[in-house]
């Protein structure tokens, strides 16, 4: 049989042979979730590989740390046993000497009784101070991260002041909110103030406080913070500064000045002009009323309404309110 007769076999033996009609189908949706199942499959043995790769290292560090701890502690009650043995003070007292060393009254008196040139302490003891200052840390750290928003009902006792006009009729005051609650809480903004004008007071606006700006007296706005966290009694404070616009006081118009004073000349018994004695020929000067403008200043915290505390400033009629982020009180 040559090769030509064999392919001709073999391709009749094959020609009956059909597709399914859903062969198409099954091989279009077959193929990608193969596929994704690979992907899968190597992604999740590559997160197993970096999940291992990072924790043996920490337990191993634990592992040694626990260690040095341990050998620390016996190296320091071995020394200080041995020096007693050689002072010839209680050398051969080595359950007392234990026992002092687990009171750390006694063991500071033991300490400073010896001329260690280190202020009486020891290398064990200044490490085992140093480690209770970093834990000590911690619980703040963990306070920050865990404590939520401060609600609306948990900041109260709110009060609003002002000071005098300075010598530039500006005005610095404050508003101050405490943590009512027995709850540690976190203060997430610096909330809203208003300022609505009455009477004849008009074009008020407030802005932020920025270095530079023609609130000198407030503080640095480095100083603010977004985040701020209040244990129960704490407080926190909004500072505000009102600058009155150009003019008088206060930003109001300045008072017009009065016609100049006519005087007559009338001629006198010898023949020369006499100046009648100054008198005035035009209008009496009428002292203007003071500006009845003024503008309530409120601060809403973060947390939303009702409206915390509000502050007037009188005698006003125009300028600008500047005023600060949360600064811890």
């Not at 400073?112 to 290398?123: H, L």
């Not at 609505?196 to 000198?216: C, K, R, S, Y």
């Given at each position: 049989?040559?090769?030509?007769?064999?392919?001709?076999?073999?391709?009749?033996?094959?020609?009956?042979?059909?597709?399914?009609?859903?062969?198409?189908?099954?091989?279009?949706?077959?193929?990608?979730?193969?596929?994704?199942?690979?992907?899968?499959?190597?992604?999740?043995?590559?997160?197993?590989?970096?999940?291992?790769?990072?924790?043996?290292?920490?337990?191993?560090?634990?592992?040694?740390?626990?260690?040095?701890?341990?050998?620390?502690?016996?190296?320091?009650?071995?020394?200080?046993?041995?020096?007693?043995?050689?002072?010839?003070?209680?050398?051969?007292?080595?359950?007392?000497?234990?026992?002092d060393e687990r009171k750390p009254?006694?063991?500071?008196?033991?300490?400073?009784?010896?001329?260690?040139?280190?202020?009486?302490?020891?290398?064990?003891?200044?490490?085992?101070?140093?480690?209770?200052?970093?834990?000590?840390?911690?619980?703040?750290?963990?306070?920050?991260?865990?404590?939520?928003?401060?609600?609306?009902?948990?900041?109260?006792?709110?009060?609003?002041?002002?000071?005098?006009?300075?010598?530039?009729?500006?005005?610095?005051?404050?508003?101050?909110?405490?943590?009512?609650?027995?709850?540690?809480?976190?203060?997430?903004?610096?909330?809203?103030?208003?300022?609505?004008?009455?009477?004849?007071?008009?074009?008020?606006?407030?802005?932020?406080?920025?270095?530079?700006?023609?609130?000198?007296?407030?503080?640095?706005?480095?100083?603010?913070?977004?985040?701020?966290?209040?244990?129960?009694?704490?407080?926190?404070?909004?500072?505000?500064?009102?600058?009155?616009?150009?003019?008088?006081?206060?930003?109001?118009?300045?008072?017009?000045?009065?016609?100049?004073?006519?005087?007559?000349?009338?001629?006198?018994?010898?023949?020369?002009?006499?100046?009648?004695?100054?008198?005035?020929?035009?209008?009496?000067?009428?002292?203007?009323?003071?500006?009845?403008?003024?503008?309530?200043?409120?601060?809403?915290?973060?947390?939303?309404?009702?409206?915390?505390?509000?502050?007037?400033?009188?005698n006003v009629c125009a300028g600008?309110?500047?005023?600060?982020?949360?600064?811890?009180?």
């Amino acid at each position: 049989m040559d090769e030509e007769a064999l392919r001709r076999l073999l391709r009749t033996v094959v020609e009956d042979i059909e597709p399914s009609r859903d062969s198409l189908d099954h091989l279009r949706h077959a193929v990608p979730a193969r596929r994704a199942r690979k992907r899968q499959a190597l992604v999740g043995a590559v997160a197993a590989v970096l999940l291992v790769g990072t924790a043996v290292p920490g337990l191993l560090r634990v592992a040694d740390s626990g260690t040095t701890d341990e050998d620390q502690r016996a190296n320091a009650a071995s020394s200080q046993r041995t020096q007693g043995g050689a002072d010839g003070t209680g050398g051969d007292d080595s359950g007392a000497g234990e026992a002092d060393e687990r009171k750390p009254g006694k063991a500071a008196e033991k300490e400073g009784g010896q001329d260690t040139g280190n202020g009486g302490k020891s290398e064990h003891d200044r490490q085992r101070n140093g480690s209770g200052a970093s834990a000590g840390a911690t619980p703040s750290q963990g306070m920050a991260a865990s404590s939520p928003s401060c609600e609306r009902t948990q900041l109260g006792s709110g009060t609003a002041v002002k000071g005098e006009p300075d010598s530039e009729s500006k005005i610095y005051g404050s508003f101050r909110l405490v943590n009512v609650s027995d709850t540690t809480c976190t203060v997430s903004g610096p909330g809203l103030v208003t300022a609505a004008p009455q009477g004849t007071a008009e074009n008020i606006q407030v802005v932020d406080h920025t270095l530079g700006d023609a609130a000198t007296g407030l503080p640095d706005p480095a100083a603010d913070t977004q985040k701020l966290i209040l244990e129960p009694g704490q407080a926190y404070e909004v500072r505000f500064a009102w600058v009155p616009a150009q003019g008088g006081p206060g930003g109001c118009p300045t008072p017009g000045t009065s016609p100049e004073p006519e005087t007559s000349d009338s001629p006198s018994g010898d023949g020369t002009m006499s100046d009648g004695g100054n008198q005035t020929m035009g209008a009496s000067t009428e002292e203007e009323p003071p500006p009845s403008g003024s503008v309530l200043l409120t601060h809403i915290p973060e947390a939303g309404e009702p409206a915390a505390s509000t502050v007037t400033i009188g005698n006003v009629c125009a300028g600008t309110v500047y005023r600060t982020g949360v600064i811890a009180g």
